[in-house]
């Protein structure tokens, strides 16, 4: 019986690299607050925090606190309702050992 072997074993961590992302928000588009959030819920990396500041309609949209931690997954763009955030790709940096659980032997 063959024996499943983490793909993770053949990494070479140092040659890893991670998609690093910039976010943009509309803030007039944004129905953001009680009612949504759910960029702010959703974003793995915790990039965004909810906005002391009202917009125009008097939501309270995202901004970005972890500049730098975006990793380009689409969570947020993808879960908006109201095309109020968008991300692309800036570049990329090294992925840091304490990142990935190693759990292979
Ligand atoms: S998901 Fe969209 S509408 Fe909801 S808080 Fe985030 S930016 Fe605003
Ligand atoms: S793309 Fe992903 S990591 Fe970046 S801000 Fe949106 S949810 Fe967070």
Redesign the pocket.
Known sequence: MSQEVSPIRYWNIEQCTIPV?R?TIIAGFCKGGEDCDD?IR???????ERSTVSNERGYLPPV?VAEG?????????LYCSENA?F?HKVGERAVHAHEIALTAK
Do not use: F, N, W
């Open positions: 992302g976010v960029c959703l974003c793995p990396e915790k990039v965004l970005v931690k975006c990793t380009v997954c689409g969570r947020c763009q955030i991300v």
